[in-house]
């Protein structure tokens, strides 16, 4: 069996399984790889993690994707001055607090969070955001949001 998992002593692509095997807990599997071109064996652990779920409004429960979060913030910063560090870092953070909510929550929780974060970052991003993410709702709700700042 070949698998692509990348050598760590010469940076070979492919390396094979030898021997694959429960760990005592039961809940990773322990892998003995050895390469083909150097011939040097390695281990490799792998374990099921459960993905953040958010659930959307319509009642679909969708994996969190973090490069449309990303996309969305980028976005809502076209133009701005920003780089890229200071934008990861954000996207990061807000991450980070969706992720403290559980492993399955509502998207307006996502929606609340951005919102939270760019309203301390920049108000024009948190403007523009506020616009795509209430497009949905009473637009009156965004005037308001406009009037408040
Ligand atoms: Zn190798």
């Known amino acids: 069996m070949t698998l692509y998992m990348v050598c760590p002593y010469c940076n070979k692509e492919e390396t094979n399984v030898v021997d694959s095997r429960?760990?005592?807990e039961?809940?990773?599997i322990r892998r003995r790889r050895e390469c083909p071109k150097c011939e040097l064996?390695?281990?490799t652990y792998e374990k099921a993690e459960i993905g953040l779920m958010i659930q959307k409004r319509s009642g679909d429960i969708q994996e969190f994707n973090y490069e449309k979060l990303y996309k969305g913030i980028?976005?809502?910063?076209g133009?701005?001055?920003i780089n890229d560090k200071k934008l990861k870092t954000l996207v990061d953070n807000i991450h980070n607090e969706i992720k403290t909510q559980g492993n399955k929550i509502k998207s307006e929780i996502v929606g609340e969070t951005v919102l939270k974060y760019l309203k301390e970052s920049n108000e024009v991003a948190y403007l523009r955001f506020a616009s795509v993410y209430k497009e949905f709702s009473d637009a009156s709700d965004f005037e308001k949001e406009v009037a408040e700042l």
């Open 79 to 81: 133009g701005l001055d």
């Open 41 to 43: 064996r390695f281990t």
């Open 22 to 24: 429960k760990t005592n």
């Open 26 to 28: 039961g809940n990773s």
């Open 74 to 77: 980028e976005n809502a910063f």
